[in-house]
């Protein structure tokens, strides 16, 4: 099975500061990579899917790059509303694992 | 309206069955793949199982292998997760989605409201 390990597991940051989330696969996944974002008590809402596509009505301030083992999230400008967990996951292979999510807390 | 919802969970004992379904409306259910995540109390998401829209090919997660069925009724646009053999680590709260728009990258663009099950003696 495909381990994903996601960097850090939580951080605290400001409105408005660029905030980067790291996601580590035990093996190449070329760019089968999802991003979500948690909200406590509710679903999970795809952000980012391909490694670098952005789903519709997400805003542009949230990216995703990189290819092979190592991705990046990154949020250019931290809002209010952006408060939350979010999780990587593979779809290269199944089990499509997730990695264990990296909550993001107001400082 | 695009929508999910989750039904069947509930509180059963250790050993015991559960199904849970989940009806699509708003989308051409037979066109896409659909998959079941999972999250304990306090954890994280945890990849279940998904089958593909015509329901000829089904995948999952080694925790549930050999206990768990997931199969589809296009028909009735439903999706079932069959629970066998429920051990106390199977509590969490179970949520369907849908893969509308990824195109073979199987995200999971459309989600249900989750629902419970809870086993316990």
């Known amino acids: 099975d495909i381990q994903m390990t996601q960097s850090p597991s939580s951080l605290s940051a400001s409105v408005g500061d660029r905030v980067t989330v790291t996601c580590r696969a035990s093996?190449?996944?070329?760019?089968?990579l999802n991003w979500y974002q948690q909200k406590p008590g509710k679903a999970p809402k795809l952000l980012i899917y391909?490694?670098?596509s952005l789903q519709s009505v997400v805003p542009s301030r949230f990216s995703g790059s990189g290819s092979g083992t190592d991705f990046t999230l990154t949020i250019s400008s931290l809002q209010p509303e952006d408060f939350a967990t979010y999780y990587c996951?593979?779809?290269?292979?199944?089990?499509?694992?997730f990695g264990q999510g990296t909550k993001v807390e107001i400082k | 309206e695009v929508q999910l919802l989750e039904s069947g969970g509930g509180l059963v004992q250790p050993g015991g069955s559960l199904r849970v379904s989940c009806a699509a409306s708003?989308?051409?259910?037979?066109?896409?793949?659909m998959t079941w995540v999972r999250q304990a109390p306090g954890k994280g998401l945890e990849w279940v199982s998904a089958?593909?829209?015509?329901?000829?090919?089904?995948y999952y997660a080694d925790s549930v292998k050999g206990r768990f069925t997931i199969s589809r009724d296009n028909s009735k646009n439903t999706l079932y997760l069959q629970m066998n053999s429920l051990r106390a680590e199977d509590t969490a709260v179970y949520y369907c989605?849908?893969?509308?728009?990824?195109?073979?990258?199987?995200?999971?663009?459309?989600w249900g409201q989750g629902t419970t099950v809870t086993v316990s003696s």
């Open positions: 989605g849908a893969d509308t728009v990824t195109v073979g990258y199987y995200g999971v663009d459309v």
């Open positions: 708003g989308f051409t259910f037979s066109s896409y793949a």
């Open positions: 089958i593909s829209g015509s329901g000829t090919a089904t």
């Open positions: 093996q190449s996944i070329s760019n089968y």
């Open positions: 391909a490694a670098s």
């Open positions: 996951q593979q779809t290269y292979s199944s089990p499509r694992t």
